[in-house]
């Protein structure tokens, strides 16, 4: 795996588990750190998705 797949991967992670805590204590503020966690984790991949070819 390269480094941008580990970063997605531990974003989603990271996402995950203040989806969990935000329903496990009803506080609304995980909730809103894990929406934006998924956002930087899909401008990632949209800017992953674009690699320069070999000159």
Do not use: H, N
């Not at 204590?25 to 899909?42: D, K, N, Q, S, Y």
């Amino acid at each position: 795996m390269d480094r941008l797949a580990v970063a997605k991967l531990a974003l989603v992670v990271m996402a995950l588990i203040f989806l969990a805590g935000s329903f496990w204590t009803g506080e609304e503020w995980p909730r809103l750190t894990a929406i934006g966690l998924l956002a930087v984790a899909f401008v990632l991949r949209l800017v992953g998705g674009r690699r320069r070819p070999p000159e």
